[in-house]
Structures are given as structure tokens and as C-alpha cells.
């Protein structure tokens, strides 16, 4: 079956724009979850959806938001971006939300975005 | 607090060697999960193992295996006859079992070289 898939894979933007980024989960999955990765701070947790509903959030600033939509795809966005923000963006999907046994994070290749 | 550490930043063996990548976790938590990620030049994380902290089975998986401790809050991974094809950056990382939210190692890149 098909992967978790983020769009775009590359992205440049000029500080103070803003960015939204996209990912369709496996099939069946309901629960999506962002990571930020850089060099400086490693993997760091953005944000995890469950039908719709944003149930944990990372500690970042609000210019970062994001949306789970009806078919479980999601959207993260970055308002104001800004140089700090240059990152790899990674979203995983889970069959279920809470940490069971039977529950693995599958992750997508990512979004690279750069700012300039 | 949570809390991941992998001392090794980065591990180069030459081909066939035996390497082992070390995870050290600090958790108040009686129930939580251990996860071991592959990180490939490509960027997609691929999961190798969960292991939750009611099971202290060590546990092999062809040329993979893995030593968890809780007695030292310790969770290695051992690649036996290691293969050019396993360089990598591996994260360990940990999840209390509440929610989803993975508390990730800084990682150990693995250079295997031929």
C-alpha cells in the first residue's frame, strides 16, 4: 500500500511569507503527527491529529498551525516565516493515536524547506 | 522530564564489523515505549523496533538485535556483519504511551565503509 506522502519535497521561501505543507497518510491512518528537523535541535515534535482534532502540541511558537482534514490528509503552515524555520519537515501517521502496542509512526520523506 | 541521549554522534567500522549504538533514556513514567528509527540520505525515517517497558526481552532480527535495560535505562542496538548498506543515521526514541508525541535521541550517524 502506499506510503505516507509530503508535498512539496523542496521549497524556497523569503522571510516573512508564509508556507503550507501537505501530507496524505497510509490509507486507514487517522492520526497524523508533524517533526521539525535541524541540524541544531534534531527531531523536535510539532503537532499530532486525530479525526480532525489537534490532541498534542510541541513547544513551538503559534506561526506554526496546522489541520487535519475529513480524509485524514494534513496541512501544517508557517506564518512569518523566518531564518530559524529552514528545516526538514517530517510527517508520520499511525493507525492509532495512543501509544499501544500495536502502534508505529510511518514516516514520509519529508519537506526540505529552505528560508532566505 | 523525557529525555533521550545517544552519546555516539557519529560510529565508522569497516564492512562485516559488529558496531553497536548506544540509547540511554530518563522517563518517570512506569509505561513507556522505546523505538529505534533508520534515517536513510533519502530523509524518510524507517522504523526498526518498539519496545515497551513491560518487556525486557532482548530481541534479534537477522543481523539486528537489541539490549534493553531497565535497570540501566538503556535500550542498544547491535548490528551484527555490518554491510555497507546500513549507513545511516539511527534515532532511538521514547513515547509514554499517553500520546504519540516521540521524545527523539539526538542520533548516531553509522558509516560503514567497504
Redesign the interface.
Known sequence: KAGVTQTPRYLIKTRGQQVTLSCSPISGHRSVSWYQQTPGQGLQFLFEYFSETQRNKGNFPGRFSGRQFSNSRSEMNVSTLELGDSALYLCASSLIPKGTPNTEAFFGQGTRLTVV | AQKVTQAQTEISVVEKEDVTLDCVYETRDTTY?L?W?KQPP??????LI?R?SFDEQNEISGRYSWNFQKSTSSFNFTITASQVVDSAVY?C?L?????????????TKLIIKP
Open positions: 515505549y523505538f528509527y533519502s530523509g524518510e525515517l524507517v522504523f518498539r515497551n534515532f526514541a513515547s509514554d504511551g499517553s500520546n504519540y508525541q516521540l521524545i527523539w535521541g539526538a542520533g
